[in-house]
């Protein structure tokens, strides 16, 4: 089963920066997805980023691009996914949920996901 737990949350000004974690464990494959997805008040969930472990490569909603970079990082068999985002925006606030998925990611989408972390709430002030 895997297992996803998002941290890092918190309030900070626009212009800001913020680093999001999610801890992500049960990989019975070398090959996954890992995404994040955002959900703001009264508005759907969208899909910011996805990283595919198969070739490395991560891609991200227009939005967010040259803002926001997702990178992984791991220490024994603790795997890390980070969200860095640069030039927070108001428009940013939203709880913030990682999620993953056995195939391999192409574009950033909300559907073909199959475990979701709790999420983590991202409050930009203007």
């Known amino acids: 089963e895997v297992q996803l737990a998002e941290s890092g949350g918190d309030l900070v000004q626009a212009g800001g920066s913020l680093r999001l974690s999610c801890a992500a464990s049960g990989f019975t494959s070398e090959t996954y997805t890992v995404g994040w997805f955002r959900q703001a008040p009264g508005k759907e969930r969208e899909g910011v980023s996805c990283?595919?472990?198969?070739?490395?490569?991560?891609?991200?909603e227009d939005s967010v691009k040259g803002r926001f970079t997702t990178y992984t990082a791991k220490v024994k068999d603790k795997l890390t996914v980070y969200l860095e985002m640069n030039s927070l925006k108001p428009d940013d606030t939203a709880i913030y949920y990682c999620g993953a998925s056995s195939r391999v990611c192409a574009i950033v989408e909300v559907v073909g996901y199959d475990w979701w972390g709790q999420g983590t709430r991202v409050t930009v002030s203007a």
């Open positions: 990283l595919s472990s198969k070739d490395g490569n991560h891609y991200y």
